[in-house]
């Protein structure tokens, strides 16, 4: 008899004592839920999540403990009911606030029972018992022996109960508490009493429970970290000190690579010709680990790598070694029937099977960790992932909740940092809950290397601290996108964290039927609503080489309760946007991004990205293309230009001069210049856009393999290593790059500065109609020459350099000097300028060519112009979530003949 298999035996006989009863026959009563989602019906004690539930770590052998335990509440956990039935029935592992635990309700205390017997052929092993996550503390006693505790709401934690098995039936007893106490340990947007953007809690068991047995030498967990460089899996598998491990990297069932070490020390097992995981091709490669001892475990892992660097001189995040711009959501992870728990794990796939197929490439995991297959799925499917850290709710420390925070951060990422997908850490979030910034930078460094650290999303918000300035991310919340977001530095990237909220309730799919309420305007239907989100993405799009942007997270990608802000109602029945149209406007995000498209304004400039030159823009001088730091009006005008449809071939562009209508860049004799369009030179005006380095590279539509080059200040049409000096193979890549972004004279339209005007309607039938003001309010009225002199002189305005852009414009009142014509609550007002930046923003308009006239767009209110509507004017978005937003007539509404002022 082995000393093992004697043990064992020992500890029985010790434990022989307690006859554990069998668990009480409780029901399960699923209670009814706000929503039902397609997978709620599905839901039965005998399926209650019955997949494997930690795929990085994987046995063979394992009991699955979901499904009906008997539920108590209690004043406290001094009084675990060893032996003593429980009168409720609830559904583990979903949280006791849920529908489907069938409680419904909140404990702060209760107490979890169920038995349970080990399988014969597991004797002679150690017993584990396994918990996904359980909120907050926990305690728990196996046949009244008290076998360990644990603190956390969000991590893994397992104890080892073959001391205190018998043979036959075994008690499980779990004692929760769960205070919702966000002064003292992180709970995200858990609240008591939710209301607004907090939500529901999820108390007690959320996770799945789990036994398996594992030889005394067993592994606990495999720290992976792929090493492109070295063409290697770089691998600590953790576990009993001082066993021999055998490490075999799998690809289609064949071992590509393998190596041998101890437990706890570094291997490097080769991955040969390593094919690389992104979200294109998220390639994954099997793991399979054995100890010397006999232990043998089966994961997986990606090959990828991770960075930043200047791309295009601007600091970018890398994915294997290139800039891909990371497009994704705010995922929050709530359930109407589940809160926290998915019902099935198709439910949890399905959640990141629908945003890839929206466009998205990346999903911001927000303030919360889900279980290890949502992780998996994110990793399978091909979405890079950002994890925030739950938060605690407070502003000044409680007792103890500094070190519960770290600890379990600590926790988080250890368990977390194998996972392939995850491309960045987020510990704090428009400063909830943030202190010591700087110092968690560095503690997460000190953990994690391998991935960028995003200090505080939304560092611009809300209760942020001022900024350590040691993180990797400078990252805004701008939910309308009306003003611009921070550029990058030298050493961090620019992101955009948060953005849209755009809403829509949806009748019969709403958690409180009529309190749903969004981060904006609630629109009618579900073609404004995509409407308006494809105005949103173009503005991101504009941001990306004009701001150096890198990533963008829209809020959100389902209702959250009274939060309808999703694509998605929150019970995930009813798609709120045209998918077609989202998937459309986000890959061309990406487009842009690469370079492969333009991003589509009225007006662009093309700014150089070779490093040392990035100050500089392509113009025309004397008809000839040049490159210039730009400093005067004339400058500015020169470098700007109307981006059309390619003059031989629509699906490439051409550049016509913005101060020079009708003249086109095109390449003649080797030299970029601007020439008419007189019908010969299409074919030298077309340049298709590819893949620069970090931009866009210009390329001949008709001289292939020749593209738009900057040299020596003059600019080029070149062919890398061609017989001219503008060919040389140095530098070409870079010099033949443009950053092609928002135009430096930002007005596509002219308007006569300092002169007075008057502003005619040109919607058929209304041309009469002059934009006026009266008693403050903006409106159009008929105006002829017989009218009033009060009447003539408020129809007339005197143009003025833009108050926030002076490559716009403002529209002063001929009669009433210093009130101009501004936007408030979208209706245009006369209003006196107090010089305060929401004054000269809200009375700028940039004019752009319009339909028969000029179009004036506001520069604060996205996707809007000035609209004539029923005789008042409003500043208004074509389709948009009000009634002056129509779309019938809207091009002609929002287009004004500029005429001689009715009061010179």
């Not at 389902?558 to 077609?580: A, H, I, P, Q």
């Not at 002063?812 to 007002?829: G, I, T």
Request: hydrophobic share 35%; net charge neutral; proline share 6%.
């Amino acid at each position: 008899m082995t000393r093992r298999v004697l043990g064992v035996l020992v500890s029985i006989l010790i434990t022989a004592t307690f006859l554990a009863p069998p668990a009480h026959a409780v029901e399960w009563v699923p209670k009814v839920p706000p929503l039902s989602t397609p997978w709620t019906s599905q839901v039965s004690p005998a399926n209650a999540l019955p997949e494997y539930p930690r795929p990085q770590l994987v046995r063979t052998e394992w009991q699955n403990l979901n499904g009906v335990w008997e539920f108590a509440g209690a004043p406290n956990l001094t009084s675990p009911p060893i032996g003593r039935p429980l009168a409720e029935g609830v559904l583990v592992p979903y949280p006791i606030e849920s529908a489907l635990s069938g409680i419904k309700r909140h404990e702060d205390n209760m107490f979890y029972r169920r038995t349970f017997t080990v399988p014969s052929t597991w004797n002679g092993r150690q017993i584990k018992l396994n918990f996904g996550a359980v909120t907050w503390e926990t305690r728990v006693w196996v046949n009244g022996r008290q076998v360990g505790t644990h603190t956390g709401g969000f991590d893994a934690f397992s104890f080892d109960i073959t001391s205190a098995l018998t043979a036959g039936t075994n008690e499980i007893v779990v004692g929760v508490t769960s205070t919702v106490d966000g002064s003292r340990y992180p709970i995200g947007k858990q609240r008591r009493t939710p209301s607004g953007i907090f939500y529901t809690a999820a108390s007690g068991i959320w996770q799945t429970v789990w036994l398996e047995p594992v030889r005394q030498a067993h592994i606990t967990r495999l720290d992976t970290t792929p090493n492109v460089g070295a063409g290697a899996l770089d691998l600590v598998v953790q576990g009993t000190a001082g066993q021999t491990v055998t490490a075999e990297v799998l690809s289609g069932g064949q071992v590509v690579g393998r190596q041998t070490g101890t437990t706890g020390s570094a291997l490097r097992v080769p991955v040969p010709n390593a094919r690389l995981w992104s979200p294109d091709d998220p390639f994954l490669y099997d793991l399979r680990v054995t100890l010397s001892g006999g232990d043998a475990v089966t994961g997986y892992f990606g090959m990828r790598s991770l960075g930043k660097a200047m791309v295009g001189g601007v600091m970018r995040p890398l994915l294997n070694g290139k800039f891909v711009f990371q497009s994704g959501t705010l995922d929050q992870g709530y359930w109407p029937d589940g809160i926290y728990t998915a019902p099935t794990d198709e439910a949890l796939r399905f959640e990141l099977e629908r945003q890839k197929a929206l466009g998205f490439n990346m999903v911001r995991k927000h303030i919360k960790v889900e279980p290890a297959r949502w992780f998996y799925h994110a990793d399978r499917l091909g979405l890079m992932v950002w994890q925030d850290m739950p938060s605690v709710d407070s502003i000044d420390e409680a007792p103890n909740s500094h070190a519960n925070y770290e600890s379990e951060l600590r926790r988080m990422i250890d368990q977390l940092k194998g996972i392939t997908s995850i491309v960045q850490w987020v510990p704090f979030n428009e400063g909830w809950g943030e202190y010591d910034a700087g110092r968690i930078v560095n503690l997460i460094r000190s953990i994690d290397n391998t991935r960028l650290i995003n200090h505080n999303s939304g560092s611009n918000c809300c209760v942020s601290d001022p900024d350590p300035g040691n993180g990797d991310v400078i990252d805004d919340h701008h939910y309308q996108i009306s003003a611009d977001t921070r550029q990058p530095d030298a050493n961090r990237v620019a992101m955009l964290g948060e953005f849209g909220g755009l809403g829509r309730r949806v009748t019969g799919h709403e958690y409180q039927p009529g309190a749903g309420f969004a981060y904006g305007a609630l629109y009618p239907d579900e073609q404004s609503l995509t409407k308006r989100y494809e105005e949103v993405i173009k503005q991101v799009q504009r941001l990306i080489h004009t701001r150096g942007l890198s990533a963008m997270v829209y809020t959100e990608p389902y209702d959250v309760e009274n939060e309808v802000n999703g694509f998605y109602t929150y019970d995930r029945r009813v798609l709120k946007m045209t998918e077609s149209r989202v998937r459309d406007v986000n890959q061309r995000v990406l487009a842009v991004a690469r370079g492969t498209a333009v991003s589509p304004d009225d007006v662009v400039s093309l700014r150089v990205t070779t490093t040392g030159y990035t100050n500089r823009y392509l113009r025309h001088q004397g008809s000839l293309a040049r490159t210039d730091v730009i400093s005067t009006d004339l400058g500015r005008l020169d470098a700007t230009f109307h981006v059309r449809p390619g003059l031989a071939d629509a699906a490439c562009l051409s550049f016509e001069s913005r101060n020079f209508p009708g003249q086109f860049l095109r390449h003649s004799n080797g030299r970029i210049r601007t020439d008419v369009n007189n019908g010969t030179i299409a074919a030298d005006a077309t340049f298709c856009a590819r893949e620069g380095a970090g931009g866009t590279a210009l390329e001949s539509y008709n001289v292939r393999g020749s593209f738009v080059r900057h040299y020596n200040e003059g600019v080029y049409l070149a062919r890398s290593g061609g017989p001219n000096p503008w060919d040389t193979a140095n530098s070409f890549a870079a010099d033949s790059t443009w950053a092609v972004g928002t135009g430096l004279w930002r007005s596509g339209a002219d308007l006569p500065l300092d002169q007075a005007r008057s502003f005619r309607v040109t919607t058929p039938g209304f041309t009469d109609r002059y934009l006026r003001h009266r008693d403050s309010l903006a409106r159009t009225d008929v105006v002829t020459g017989a009218s009033d002199g009060l009447t003539k002189a408020d129809a007339t305005f005197v143009v003025r350099r833009g108050l926030a852009d002076p490559t716009c414009y403002s529209l002063e009142s001929r009669n009433l000097p210093n009130q101009f014509l501004r936007h408030a609550d979208f209706r245009v007002r006369l209003g006196t300028n107090d010089n305060t930046d929401l004054f000269r923003r809200d009375a700028t308009f940039c004019a752009q060519q319009g339909s028969g006239g000029v179009r004036l767009e506001s520069v604060n209110e996205l996707g809007t112009s000035i609209r004539h509507y029923q005789e008042e004017v409003w500043v208004a978005s074509n389709g948009g979530a009000h009634v002056y937003d129509n779309p019938a007539s809207y091009n002609q509404d929002v287009s004004w003949a500029v005429s001689s002022p009715w009061t010179p």
